[in-house]
């Protein structure tokens, strides 16, 4: 069974930067879509991002120009670099595999979470 981890959250001020990973583990990246997705408390999990194995790209609007996904296959990693972060980023980030889509019913593997923090 394929396992998702991520790392990389934590505490940041408006305006800054974080790096999220997620490993993927027990099998390959190659065929997959792997998205991000994140959820603030009281309020519906968002799409944030998604990459295709085949290089197509997707971002939910609240994020461009922000964020950016990338993957590395050869690593069965995906990161999604966070720049100019705002309170409103602020939640648990999710890691996800599975159709290029931004709903996360396409979604079939998803990891534990990491939580990001964004004081103003």
């Known amino acids: 069974q394929v396992h998702l981890e991520e790392s990389g959250g934590g505490l940041v001020q408006a305006g800054g930067s974080l790096r999220l990973s997620c490993v993927v583990a027990?099998?390959?990246?190659?065929?997959?879509?792997m998205g991000w997705f994140r959820q603030a408390p009281g309020k519906e999990r968002e799409f944030v991002a998604t990459?295709?194995?085949?290089?197509?790209?997707l971002y939910g609007d609240s994020v461009k120009g922000r964020f950016t996904i990338s993957r590395d296959d050869a690593k069965n990693t995906v990161y999604l670099q966070m720049d100019s972060l705002k309170p409103d980023d602020t939640g648990t980030y999710y890691c996800?595999?599975?159709?290029?889509?931004?709903?996360?019913?396409?979604?079939?593997?998803w990891g534990r979470g990491t939580q990001v923090t964004v004081s103003s």
């Open positions: 996800a595999g599975g159709s290029f889509s931004a709903r996360s019913r396409d979604y079939i593997a």
């Open positions: 027990r099998r390959s990246l190659s065929g997959y879509s």
């Open positions: 990459a295709s194995w085949v290089g197509s790209i």
